[in-house]
């Protein structure tokens, strides 16, 4: 059986985001992160759970990692921005 890439678990992350699974979809953003630290896709979506965890201070984070690698992401600055609201 093929290895999931990075862009599988994010895809099963908004899978399990979208059913408000969240701290499980947090597990498969942080799979990705660890095959490819780069992706901003992970990060973000990783971001957005934690904010409805209500954990903004990570989300921030998160949101922060994803405006490092795509600083042109106008979708993580304003989550950013809305984590900070």
Do not use: H
């Amino acid at each position: 059986m093929p290895e999931l890439t990075a862009r599988d678990w994010v895809n099963n992350g908004v899978f399990l985001a979208r059913k408000g699974l969240f701290q499980e979809a947090i597990r498969c953003f942080d799979r990705a992160i660890e095959i490819n630290p780069r992706y901003a896709k992970a990060w973000f979506n990783k971001g957005i759970c934690l904010v409805n965890l209500g954990k903004m201070q990570e989300a921030i984070t998160c949101f922060n990692e994803a405006i490092k690698i795509n600083p042109r992401s106008a979708k993580a600055w304003f989550k950013k921005g809305e984590a900070f609201f």
